[in-house]
């Protein structure tokens, strides 16, 4: 309940995250048959970089902001849909992307646990019937709000990790929904600060019994200091297909605008076989 995103806002893990989900989103949109997506940790939509919390950390600065510019390449999408809901004043959150995404005929569901995040997101969206907003815990969300009577799309795992136990609700949360939810696609990102704790979370994945995981990574440095968000991740069940190449490319031409210390790179592996 201390995390507060605004903070954070369009930091290098964000640019992974949400590089990614449009690619996931874009995937969906193949077939013309409606889709739902789930965002269960969803902010508060949209954020000020010019505000307090953005310009004390600075992470937008080494993060969103180094791609402005970009028009060619596997970013250049990426980078059009940050340029369309008011970047660079603004970074959008996943919220505000995914329902730049939608159909007409798909819709997007939110959940945030913090009152004020939950205000905002629920006056952000007060008038859009594609879109509805809870104010409830994330995996509570997920028992309580899939599988979608769509029956295709995708959950959006975006906790804080400020739990000790993190890890393991987010095992525990992806294991639900493929029981739950078998023909969905789900997403759930982590921090890479070291390598034991993301070797520990990928084989409690395999012990879980979850089929067809991928894990794409990108590390800004060498993973060694437990002190540091060194890089992130998003492990993917039931990627579509064509999402591990896609995947390389956007994170490869990602950690080649970021990645600026010794030991930056990328991994995109398959996890748990089909």
């Known amino acids: 309940m201390n995390y507060r995103h605004a ?20 995937a969906l949109k193949r077939k013309d048959a409606p889709f739902a997506v789930l965002d269960t940790h969803a902010g508060r939509g949209m ?28 970013l250049a999408p990426f980078v059009a849909a940050l340029a369309g809901q008011g970047f660079p004043a603004r970074y959008p959150g996943s919220p505000a992307l995914i329902r730049a995404a939608l159909r007409p005929q798909d819709r997007l569901i939110c959940s945030e646990l913090h009152p004020e995040d939950h205000a905002a997101l629920r006056a952000h969206f007060a008038r859009d019937r594609q879109v509805s907003v809870h104010l409830r815990d994330a995996y ?22 400020e739990a000790e136990d993190e890890f393991d609700r987010l095992v525990a949360g992806v294991a639900e929904l493929q029981r739950r939810f078998r ?38 440095r060498e993973p060694t200091d437990p002190r540091r968000l060194n890089g ?27 990645g600026t210390e010794d030991g930056a790179g990328v991994s995109v592996t398959r996890v748990v076989a089909e």
């Open 7 to 26: 903070f954070h806002a369009g930091n290098h893990a964000d640019c992974l995250k949400h590089a990614l989900l449009l690619l996931l989103l874009d």
């Open 140 to 161: 509570e969300a997920v028992r309580a709000l899939t599988p979608f009577p769509e029956r295709r799309g995708l959950v959006l795992l975006d906790p804080p990790f």
């Open 232 to 258: 992130s991740g998003l492990v993917v069940v039931k990627a579509p297909f064509g999402f591990e190449d896609a995947a390389r490319g956007v994170l490869g031409a990602l950690v080649s605008v970021l």
């Open 47 to 74: 954020y000020d970089l010019s505000a307090d919390e953005a310009a004390r950390t600075g992470e937008a600065a080494r993060g969103a902001l180094r791609l402005q510019g970009l028009a060619d390449g596997p």
């Open 183 to 220: 023909a969905g696609i789900v997403a759930a990102w982590y921090p890479v600060k070291h390598r034991a704790p993301v070797r520990d979370f990928h084989d409690a994945l395999r012990a879980s019994g979850v089929r067809d995981v991928i894990a794409a990574e990108m590390w800004l």
